[in-house]
Structures are given as C-alpha cells and as structure tokens.
C-alpha cells in the first residue's frame, strides 16, 4: 500500500501533464509579425509571396496608413512589372524579430494603381484595414500597397499566420499516466504477503486451531489453497470494464505505412495552371471584369455618339470604325448604328499563359441584341495599361470558332513569318485585301468561299456594270494596314488573324461635262452636295477574322467573321 499510493499520484501528475500541453500550456492559435518601424517608405509597397512563410492556407494582412490607400492582390511576376522601376518597398518573409524588409531607389512617383486589369483582388482602407491573403490558385501571388501613387505607401504592415499547435508528448504522457494510475490501483487491492513464505504457521495437533482449519478443507490431512488474484489478471480485468485502459485506444492515433511507390512515372502534357504552362494570365473573375468595363464603355460612348468616351477602353480597327460610325450617324439620321458589344454570355474565350506584354486576349460573346456572335479581340500593350477592344467581329454564317490551343502555347505569333503556319499573318491579311480589290487574281483560290467576300466582290461587279454609271470611271482599292494585324495560334496548329483594310470606292467622271449624281444618297449627307463635277471618294474600313491553316495543310484560309463600316465621302 506504501509503494501504491505515490505510483498512483506519478501517474495523476503524467496525466494532468500532458493535458496541461493541451490546454494551459498549448501554444498560441496564430503568430503575428510587424515591419520594423524604421522602414523606408517609397510610393509602394509590395508584400513578397514569402511574407506567407510557409502557410498554404489564408493569412491576415493588416495595414495602417495616415489616410487612404489601396491594397491590391496580383501575380508576383505582374506586381514586379506594374511598379517597374519606381521607389518601394519589399516585404520579403519572416525574420528574427520583425518581417525581413528592404527598399529599392527609384522613381519616385507611380499612376494610381485602382482600377489595374492586373489584380485579381482589389481592397480601399481608409486608416487601417485587415485583409485574409489566399492564393486563388496555385503559383505565386504578391500584394500591392499605394496612396496615390505620389504619397508614401503604407510601411505599417503585419502578418498573422496559424502557429504550429502540435503537441506531440500530450496524448503519451495522457496514456502513460493513466496505465501508471490503474498499476498503482492494482497493487492497491493486492493483499499483504505474511512474513516469511506468506503462509500462516501450521497449527499443533490437538488444538482448535488446528480442529477448525481441518473441518474448514473438509480433508483429515492438509488443505488445498486458492491463489490470490496477481496484478496480470487485475489489469486485464479492468480493460474490458470501462477503466482508464479502456478508455484510451479511442484516444490513440495510428500512422499509415507510407503507399509503395511506383517503378516508374509517366509525364503528360501541362495541364492548363502547371508549372510547367503557367496560369493564364487573366481569371475568370478578372476577364468577367474587363469585359465588363468594356462593354460599358463601349454602350455609353454608343448612347452619346462620342468617340472620345472610348480612348480608355477602345483602340484600334474597333475605335476606327466606331468613329466613323459617330461621324456618319451626325450627318445621316438613317444611317445604321453600330452592332452593341456584349460581356456576356461568354461563349469562349483564349486566354494565354506567358507572362510577357503585348497580351491578347479572344472573347466570343452574344448579347440579346447581337444577331450573331461576335468575336472580341483584346489586347494590353505593357503593365500599367488596360486591356482595350482593337477589334469587334460578327462571326459569318455558317462559320466555326477555332479550337482553343494546348495550355501554354497561346499568344501572339510572328506576324511576317509564315512559320509553322501555311502563309505569314501579315501575308494573309495582304491576300485577302488584294483578293477582294482584284477577285480575278492570283489570289483567287486562296481563300474558300465566305459571304463576307461574296457580299463585297458582288456589290463592286454590280455598281460597275450598272447603266447608270456608264459616264464614271469607277474604282475599288482595299489595302490592308499593318500595324492592326494580330495572330494567335489555334487548337490544330494554326492561327487566328484579325486584320483591317481600308476599302476606297472612288467615282470619277469619264469626260469634260460630265457629273457625279450624288442626290438622295448618303454621300449627298456626308458631302452637302447633290451633284460632283471632279467625283468622290468613298472610305470604309473592314475588319476581318480569318483562320490560316498549318504549314502543310492542302485546306485554303477561310473569313470567320468580319465587320465593314463607311468612315467618310469626301470630294475631289
């Protein structure tokens, strides 16, 4: 009973021990580190991926400033290129006492970063602001801190990742204690050995001692004796009645034997996010809201007929013919308004995966007044620019949206170097201009038929054999304009190009005396004249989409979608 008592109370203290790990002693939920406070500001700040530590999960952001700021969330590589080679500082990852930071001389003003079609993620804080930091997807992800681009950004920045709250000795010493407590219990209920062999003296003869422990065995001679219980089969006892021992299995935890692994592995293509294609550059998020801006942009300029509401969000072939648009609906109360652009539905979109600059961007979309889908081609020229429309295509009937390509092989293709693919980009769009300016060409079977080509090709035959133009001399040029040529590769090796021309249709009379009859036409509108002794010029501008097969390939270039409007008449 000596030795029991002090087993049980070594046990009780193992056990209370190890709970103490559990709950009294645990280690703090999460750990909270500051930039020291001495820390250079620049016009921003950037919170480097390693600022997470080694947290997967969400961490706190908590930032204070002396007044406004934005806080915004883009991929490290775009954050990099967005503050370039302006003043900031980096908060780079953990450190001894506070966040590991440095600062980097440079400019020492940016643009207001609000607003950036970069950022996944955009937060206003006025004072302070707590912001929960996850990766939308795996890669590496950095915040950006900014007054207004010209003030200090915010240097008060802390990190709140989960701790560590592992204890591995509680649930042992729980155990442990435990087993020790019913051991102590045990020899507890053990009876006290008598001294010597722990059997009584035999009682003499003829005493009554002796009398009672002989009718007690009932035999005349010795006894037979019934062991007392060992603490063996105490214990066993206890684990199939409830007692601690049984108790503590349900608290134990076991660790699978690691899966074999296997002889050999087989590489696949990247799939669209792997290391090895990257992610796209846009999300869907982020393309939804690009789309957004600008088809709101595009709907406001359209209700106010004024082409400069489109500089932020408009470039290009598409800002060309809706100016145009603009300048002919002024004069012209007939005159047909531009097809609306539409963010959604989205009914596919190319986005691609290398990180460089220009970006382009693909979007087929259908609103409820689109009659067809239209193709949206958008492009952002460096970091800290937006993404603007250069070019807005109705695709043609009875035509097919190429296949989007393998993940990490979108994006421009050289545009004067026919390459992988049957005919140059640039060289494409050249075609098709001289194919249309002369339909009986040398380019006459490079392209299969589309009702685009047909619809032009037809009109210009029918305006020169009409009676009525007998006195004119009547000429179509279309000329394709370099700089608006873009190309991004498809699905079967091929390319998409988007290419604009310039399509002039000029009359001019065949002799002294006689005229150009302007009367009750359009150009009448755009000229303020009914009648032109020297002839006119009409300008349009087409837009085309066309699909050019891959080097090799016996199929011709097909127009996939394509949009015209008249710009301006103006007389000789």
Known sequence: MKTAVPIIVAGLLLMLLGIGQRTVWAPAETVTAGVAQDAEAGPVTVIEPGARGDVEGPVEVTVEAEGPFTLAVGRASDVEAWVGDAAHLSITGPGEEAL???????????????????????????????????????????????????????????????????????????????????????????????????????????????????????????????????????????????????????????????????????????????????????????????????????????????????????????????????????????????????????????????TGWPRTIVALTQGEDNPVPQALLLVQEAPRENYRLTSAVQMLPGSTFPSPPAPGATGPVPLDDAGVLASAPQASVASIADFLTKPSGPNAETFEENSFAEAITGFQADVVADPGNKAAR??????????????????????????????????????????????????????????????????????VMMYVPPAGSEDRIRVIGAAQQLLSATLR
């Open 474 to 543: 009547i000429t179509f040029t279309h000329a394709a304009q370099e700089d608006q040529t873009q190309a991004l590769l498809t699905g079967d090796g091929g390319a998409m190009v988007f290419g604009y021309l310039t399509h002039t249709y000029s009359s001019v009379p065949k002799a002294r005396g006689d005229t150009i009859d302007l009367k009750g036409t359009v150009y009448q509108s755009l000229t303020g004249k009914a009648v032109s002794g020297k002839g006119i010029d009409v300008n349009s501008g087409e837009a």
């Open 100 to 354: 590991a930071s440095g600062f980097s001389e440079g400019e020492d003003s940016v643009p207001d970063p609000r607003g950036s079609d970069l950022w996944i993620a955009e937060e206003s804080g006025d004072g302070s602001l707590t912001y929960r930091w996850n990766a939308p997807i795996e890669g590496d992800w950095s915040i950006l801190l900014a007054a207004d681009g010209d003030a200090p950004a915010p240097t008060q920045v802390s990190v709140t990742t989960p701790n560590d709250q592992s204890t591995p000795l509680a649930l042992p010493l729980i155990i442990g204690g435990a087993v020790v407590v019913v051991l102590g219990i045990a020899l507890l209920l053990i009876p006290p050995r008598r001294p010597g062999n722990g059997h009584r003296p035999a009682p003499v003869e003829g005493t009554r001692a002796y009398a009672r422990r002989h009718a007690a065995a009932g035999t005349p001679g010795g006894a037979s004796r019934i062991a007392a219980p060992g603490a063996a089969l105490l214990v066993s006892g206890l684990v199939g009645s409830g007692s601690l021992l049984g108790i503590a299995p349900s608290m134990a935890t076991t660790t699978p034997s690691p899966a074999p692994s296997s002889a050999a592995a087989v590489n696949g293509a990247p799939s669209a996010g792997s290391e090895a294609s990257g992610p796209p550059v846009v999300l869907d998020a982020q393309l939804d809201r690009i789309l957004g801006a600008v088809a709101s942009t595009v709907t406001d300029a359209d209700a106010a007929a004024d082409a400069e509401l489109l500089a932020p969000r408009v470039d290009g072939a598409a800002l060309e013919l809706r100016t145009g648009a603009y300048a002919v609906g002024a004069k012209d109360k007939e005159a047909t308004a531009p097809v609306p652009v539409a963010a959604t539905p989205l009914l596919l979109d190319m986005v691609p995966t290398g």
